[in-house]
């Protein structure tokens, strides 16, 4: 099994920035994609960003040139940096990784999520 703690989120002012942190630990072999999610009250989750082991990112519209994704291989560590933030920001974060294990070949894992807030 794999899990996934998240952490980083927080209140925050628009325009500030915040940094989540997702760690994965458990019986891995490799990790393939990392993801951020988030969901808002009353909608959908969406991808937010992705980053796959090669290194190739992938950004929503609505948060390309203020979010960044990144990864630490050897610390089984997805990080997702938030700058310029606005209120329509404001969701639980989940973090979601596709790996495999002793048990499976390729599998989805996620993280319990954690709540950012942007409001003045």
């Known amino acids: 099994q794999v899990q996934l703690v998240e952490s980083g989120g927080g209140l925050v002012q628009p325009g500030g920035s915040l940094r989540l942190s997702c760690v994965a630990s458990?019986?891995?072999?490799?990790?393939?994609?990392m993801d951020w999610y988030r969901q808002a009250p009353g909608q959908q989750r969406e991808l937010v960003a992705s980053?796959?082991?090669?290194?190739?990112?992938y950004y929503t519209d609505s948060v390309k040139g203020r979010f960044t994704i990144s990864r630490d291989n050897a610390k089984n560590t997805v990080y997702l940096y938030m700058n310029s933030l606005k209120p329509e920001d404001t969701a639980a974060y989940y973090c979601?990784?596709?790996?495999?294990?002793?048990?499976?070949?390729?599998?989805?894992?996620w993280g319990q999520g954690t709540q950012v807030t942007v409001s003045s």
């Open positions: 979601k990784v596709v790996a495999r294990t002793r048990e499976s070949l390729r599998s989805d894992y």
């Open positions: 980053i796959s082991s090669g290194g190739t990112t």
């Open positions: 458990g019986s891995i072999d490799s990790i393939f994609t």
